[in-house]
T-cell receptor, first 111, second 114 residues
Framework: GQNIDQPTEMTATEGAIVQINCTYQ??????LFWYQQHAGEAPTFLSY??LDGLEEKGRFSSFLSRSKGYSYLLLKELQMKDSASYLC????????????WGLGTSLAVNP | SAVISQKPSRDICQRGTSLTIQCQVD?????MFWYRQQPGQSLTLIAT?????????ESGFVIDKFPISRPNLTFSTLTVSNMSPEDSSIYLC???????????FGPGTRLTVT
């Protein structure tokens, strides 16, 4: 089957570090996306991992382990504006354009 | 990236009516998609809008209910036909730009069916 699992909610403190995990199961796999979605807004692209390892982009980093079907998004130096839903999505085999989406992790950053 | 606009941004419609949602991109794109996001749910792909040919629908979605047009490489419409309260949702269009694999989303259309 095809499935994406990520925690429903997380809470963190301003200035801290938070790691949002995502496990996936697809009939085939090409790569994994992370998107950020603020309430009432459209999702915005954060990262795309194809190869194993950590990719850093400013305060945000994304990690992928293809053998474990596992990814995480790491947010450093948290700011209040990072309060949002973080969506994990995997590309399906044979069709890079069709994404399998997780339900999203709602992150609340507290002062 | 691309600048994507959608019209209307929101609407309240009566059961049994139809609503057409427009998606306009500021540059030519090959791939355009239509998604639905119901409250508390994940994004669900409705169909891929193909320029010059019929849209490709995902399982559970049919052309009679969600007719799609794509007359050129910058514009598409999605119609939600014979609406029921279960169609209340946010409808989003997205595009792929050039050789980039990531999708860019429009601001969404919030539809409420009463």
């Amino acid at each position: 089957g095809q499935n994406i699992d990520q925690p429903t909610e997380m809470t963190a403190t301003e200035g801290a570090i938070v790691q949002i995990n995502c496990t996936y199961q697809t009939s085939g796999f090409n790569g994994l996306f992370w998107y950020q979605q603020h309430a009432g807004e459209a999702p915005t692209f954060l990262s795309y991992n194809v190869l194993d390892g950590l990719e850093e982009k400013g305060r945000f980093s994304s990690f992928l382990s293809r053998s474990k079907g596992y990814s995480y998004l790491l947010l450093k130096e948290l700011q209040m504006k990072d309060s949002a839903s973080y969506l994990c999505a995997a590309t399906n085999a044979g069709n890079n354009r069709k994404l399998i989406w997780g339900l999203g992790t709602s992150l609340a950053v507290n002062p | 990236s691309a600048v994507i606009s959608q019209k209307p941004s929101r609407d309240i419609c009566q059961r049994g009516t139809s609503l057409t949602i427009q998606c306009q991109v500021d540059s030519q794109v090959t791939m355009m998609f239509w998604y639905r996001q119901q409250p508390g749910q994940s994004l669900t792909l409705i169909a891929t809008a193909n320029q010059g040919s019929e849209a490709t629908y995902e399982s559970g979605f049919v052309i009679d209910k969600f007719p799609i047009s794509r007359p050129n490489l910058t514009f598409s419409t999605l119609t939600v036909s014979n609406m029921s309260p279960e169609d209340s949702s946010i409808y989003l269009c997205s595009v792929e730009v050039g050789s980039l694999v990531e999708q860019y989303f429009g601001p969404g259309t919030r539809l409420t069916v009463t």
